[in-house]
């Protein structure tokens, strides 16, 4: 039994990545028709907003403190982070401290910026191009973004932590009647949980209550109709693809505290979240979002060690394995509609 | 001629030229010059691009023929891998029952595999054999360590029982050979500051390469080719014309996955080794690049595609920015930092970006890759006949 | 017994019934019409015939064997060629080799694996896809891009496809649909040239009354899924049923 609410709550972080990068995939799928290979990319760059947004708030200059002196006698020198100039020492070193959630803030004009001049740069270009020069240009662009990164960033990983506030385990066996220590949940993965479900039901909410969602919803089962009442769809599309890309972004800055971010992050989730989408069906949201938390917790006791012990190595292909039947027997995935990409 | 129309001949017989005369192509600069550094002559080099060349050509044939655009066609390169790296361990090191074998494995693999995965069309194919490669890989890098030697991959030992081949002396590395012939053997020929090497391992690839070719371009113009590319442009009217789309798109997936077997084969006849990073989707992706870069549904093109890409990803990665500051010495000093500035993102470990930004570019602006670029320059000089009345043969 | 036999069909979709106790037999070598409102249910009635829908009540039988539940390419195979609304051909090929693709179906059945040797190599095939280009008047146009033509040498190119196999019926989904006037009097007098010339049977689905007037030699009238008459030419323009449930509409 804690065996099992603890692999439960172990997919759930995968999966709340799988599902927010699986969610932007669909919605950009389900309204512009795009495959879109570089939103694996997107969510990265969101992780590189949180290392950006910290390297910026612990930008330091040098300062001679002649109270104290190293071990030659001379004055020290010590190195003061702007922020400390600005808001004081305390407050400054929880700004510091709280720079992956203030990355939210950052990453949001960021992503959305980066979404819609990727859609009216290049996106828009391919509307009418076939599924495989979408496929095509999306990952020569996705090729591209984590060149980029790589080239400032460096390769290797880069450790973002969490606000200390957020360190540490919450003993969830404890609270649910178990004896202690059996399951344990880092603090920040509930924090990764509770903001996912926020945001997909921020997403979820605004398509369902806004007269712009209402208009994203109707384009994405039919779109010839809706242009036909003269709406200007496309500069909604536009926006929905910023959104979209903010989404993935947020994903990412959020996700840095639970791996180190590096380059290769975006294509490592992007194969996986594909098929995320593909399983929960082309162009269905809730299917996007249910198959992400359900791969997400099935991998997760894929890698028990009971199961490895039978069947070893099936964490690693689990997903895929699923994909596989699940595309054989239900070709529409779980919640697919008829009639979306199948010519 | 053996079956070619002239203008498929010709093209067999450019495409002859060009690596057989390949160590003097790719060496143009005398060795001791500072332009030394883009001589691409040398054996290592000139096998990957033959090797890569088949993987392409034969990757062409599902993509550019049928459309079906597989993201997981590394895969089967990795098991054909495996399969000669076994025959190198437990039969001989002449590489001919390996590379045999390779086909073989590989062609029963794609046969699995394209007839799972052809059932869905469009996105769910690439989808579905991005996800039978990842898992392939995943076998072959963890749960398959016994077959596959996990992270480290296989080579040949001395240990190896090799039944048909005699006991090697200790301290010595089993090499490959074709009947005695070392693959690594070569012959280097100096002509003034010139080195030119020509290595038995790189030609032997070559004429397999020359073969595949040859197949290919019968392929193409045979009627099987024909019905790929009516299965590409209408499988609608395909059914209603009383045929069955199914075991021809099988059929390419199948001649396609033994090619690259054939190519994965080769690979190790070449290096002796095997790993599972040869299956890995990145792989997949690279391969998608050389047929789109070169011109994919051309003959050509693949083969254009894989040297560009391999002399690049080779080349360019070695430059680095001294190199860069070496040749733009003759600048002021603060230009001369900026150029380099400017350059420096793109090459040595940064040639990805450029291999990136270089097939977003085709992509966008010339969807037939480099052989319409070549079409298009050719017209620009008013060599080309009009395009809008192709013959009835594809475009070489 | 007609060639085409059609016996108690019905097809629902969900709560709307597209066809119910439709009985048609249509005659060998004859031509024969089905019309109707939009909405009556001929085009999922067509699509009964060529294994694209199965209908779920009912039988179709070619010839004496059923069609239900073969697969388009199996009930070609029988001797069932299908010409669609919008021409369907093979955009991306030439004239010529669009002509040949339906004579190898013909020679080869569904599948047959000939990599190696050259398709122009193939005599037989291409003499008979040359001789079929000549009879549709197209040899001119041999070596273009299909998808380079207009919509009414689409249309004959799609019709001479289907004849180049030989089919004991052909089967035309509103083959006028989109045309400009001229094009469409050419089609018929194409198809009245194919009638005259050869032993097929055509069953044809037409809005145009024109169409349908200059061609069938029998007319079914179906409204709302079921057949209401079933006559010649001439007795079907005066049919007050027909009025009421067709002309009538449509004026």
Same mark, same amino acid.
């Given at each position: ?343 | ?38 001589? $691409? #002559? ?7 691009? !033959? ?5 392409? @050509?034969? =990757?062409? %044939? &599902? ?42 494995? $590989? #062609? ?7 007839? !799972? ?5 469009? @996105?769910? =194919?690439? %989808? &579905? ?268 | ?251």
């Amino acid at each position: 039994m804690e065996a099992i609410i603890l692999q439960i709550l172990n997919g759930l972080d995968k999966g709340s990545a799988y599902a927010l990068i699986a969610l932007g995939l669909t919605l950009i799928f389900g309204t512009l028709g795009v495959v879109n290979f570089a939103h694996g990319a997107l969510f990265m760059i969101g992780a590189f907003c949180a290392v950006t947004l910290s390297r910026i708030l612990t930008l330091s200059h040098t300062i001679v403190d002649e109270t104290r002196t190293d071990f030659l006698g001379n004055p020290l020198k010590v190195e003061v982070p702007y922020v400390h100039d600005i808001f004081g020492v305390s407050t400054g070193d929880v700004i510091i401290d709280w720079a992956v959630p203030l990355s939210i803030l950052f990453a949001i004009p960021v992503m959305i910026a980066i979404g819609i001049i990727m859609e009216r740069g290049l996106i828009k270009h391919f509307y009418k191009r076939p599924h495989a020069d979408q496929i095509l240009v999306t990952f020569g662009l996705a090729i591209v973004l984590q060149e980029i990164i790589k080239y400032y960033f460096g390769a290797n990983p880069i450790p973002t932590p969490a606000p200390d506030a957020f360190k540490g385990s919450f003993d969830f066996g404890q609270a649910l009647g178990f004896d202690p220590n059996l399951i344990i949940y880092p603090y920040w993965r509930i924090v990764y949980f509770a903001f996912a479900m926020i945001i997909i039901g921020a997403v979820f909410a605004f398509l369902q209550f806004t007269t712009f969602g209402m208009v994203v919803r109707a384009g994405m089962a039919d779109r010839e109709t809706v242009q036909l009442l003269g709406i200007n769809i496309d500069r909604r599309f536009t926006l929905m693809f910023g959104m979209a890309a903010a989404v993935a972004g947020l994903a990412g800055v959020m996700y840095t505290p639970i791996n180190s971010p590096n380059y290769h992050m975006g294509m490592d989730f992007l194969v996986l979240s594909f098929v995320v989408v593909v399983v929960g069906g082309m162009g269905s949201l809730p299917g996007a979002v249910l198959a992400g938390f359900l791969l997400g917790v099935l991998e997760s006791f894929a890698s028990m060690r009971e199961v490895l012990a039978v069947l070893p190595g099936l964490n690693q292909i689990i997903i895929y394995l699923v994909a596989i039947v699940i595309l054989l027997t239900r070709p529409r995935g779980l919640m697919g509609r008829k009639g979306v990409m199948e010519e | 001629m053996f079956g070619l129309e002239k203008k498929d001949w010709n093209l067999l017989l450019f495409v002859a030229a060009l690596v057989a005369l390949a160590p003097f192509i790719l060496n143009p600069f005398p060795e001791n010059s500072a332009m030394a550094q883009f001589n $691409a #002559g040398y054996p290592d080099l000139m096998q990957r691009f !033959v090797i890569f060349g088949i993987f392409a @050509i034969g =990757f062409n %044939i &599902l993509f550019g023929l049928t459309g079906y655009l597989s993201f997981g066609h590394a895969a089967f390169l990795g098991v054909g891998s495996y399969a000669a790296i076994w025959m190198m361990k437990l039969l001989t090191m002449n590489v001919i029952p390996a590379i045999i074998l390779s086909v073989i494995v $590989a #062609g029963i693999f794609s046969v699995l595999v394209g007839y !799972v995965t052809l059932r869905r069309s469009g @996105i769910y =194919f690439s %989808i &579905l054999t991005l996800a039978f490669a990842q898992m392939s890989y995943s076998l072959a890098y963890s749960v398959l360590t016994p077959i596959t030697g996990g992270e480290t991959g296989l080579q040949p030992k001395v240990s190896d029982p090799r039944i048909l081949d005699g006991a090697i002396a200790d301290g010595t590395i089993p090499k490959a050979n074709l009947f005695g012939l070392e693959m690594g053997a070569s012959f280097d020929l100096s002509i003034a500051g010139w080195v030119f090497t020509f290595n038995a391992g790189y030609y032997i690839a070559a004429i397999v390469m020359l073969a595949s070719f040859y197949l290919a371009i019968r392929i193409f113009r045979s009627p099987f080719g024909l019905m790929m590319r009516a299965v590409k442009s209408n499988q609608q009217r395909m059914n209603y014309t009383g045929l069955n789309t199914k075991p021809y798109t099988l059929a390419a997936f199948v001649i396609s996955g033994m090619y690259a077997g054939l190519a994965g084969g080769l690979m190790v006849a070449m290096d002796t080794q095997a790993g599972p990073e040869r299956m890995f989707w990145t792989a997949s992706g690279e391969v998608v690049l050389m047929t789109i870069l070169g011109g994919a549904g051309t003959l050509i093109g693949p083969v254009l595609g894989a040297g560009v890409i391999k002399y690049m990803e080779n080349i360019l990665s070695k430059i680095n920015s001294d190199i860069l500051h070496g040749w733009f010495a003759f600048m002021p000093d603060g230009m001369e930092d900026f150029t380099v500035a400017i350059l420096y993102p793109f090459i040595g470990k940064g040639w990805h970006l450029t291999l990136g930004i270089l097939f977003m570019l085709v992509v966008i602006f010339l969807p037939g890759g480099l052989v319409e670029g070549g079409q298009r320059i050719r017209a620009l000089f008013g060599r080309g006949k009009a395009e809008d009345k192709p013959s009835t043969e594809p475009a070489e | 017994m007609g060639i085409l036999e059609v016996k108690d069909v019905g097809k629902r979709f969900g709560g709307l019934q597209a066809l119910g106790d439709v009985n048609l037999s249509v005659k060998e070598n004859s031509v024969h019409a089905i019309i109707g409102p939009n909405g009556a249910g001929k085009s999922t009635l067509l699509n009964c015939f060529v294994g694209k829908l199965i209908p779920d009540t009912g039988s179709v039988t070619f010839d004496g064997q059923s069609v239900l539940g073969r697969t388009p390419y199996e009930i070609n195979q029988m001797g069932i060629s299908r010409v669609f609304q919008t021409p369907e051909i093979f955009g991306d090929l030439s004239v010529m080799e669009n002509m040949m693709i339906p004579i190898f179906a013909k020679r080869d059945g569904a599948f047959r694996l000939q990599a190696i040797p050259h398709m122009m190599e193939e005599k037989d095939i291409v003499e008979a896809a040359e001789k079929q280009l000549v009879d549709m008047n197209m040899a001119d146009k041999r070596n273009m891009h299909a998808a380079a033509m207009s919509r009414g040498d689409k249309r004959r190119l799609e019709i001479g496809m289907c004849l180049a196999q030989e089919p004991r019926l052909l089967l035309l989904d509103e083959p006028t649909a989109g045309m400009a006037r001229a094009d469409t009097n050419n089609t018929i007098d194409l198809l009245k040239q194919i009638k005259d010339e050869r032993d097929i049977t055509i069953a044809i689905i037409e809005h145009d009354m024109h169409v349908v007037f200059s061609l069938a030699e029998r007319i079914t009238v179906l409204a709302q899924g079921t057949p209401l008459v079933e006559d010649t030419p001439d007795n079907i323009k005066g049919h007050p049923k027909v009025r009421e449930a067709y002309l009538g509409e449509a004026a």
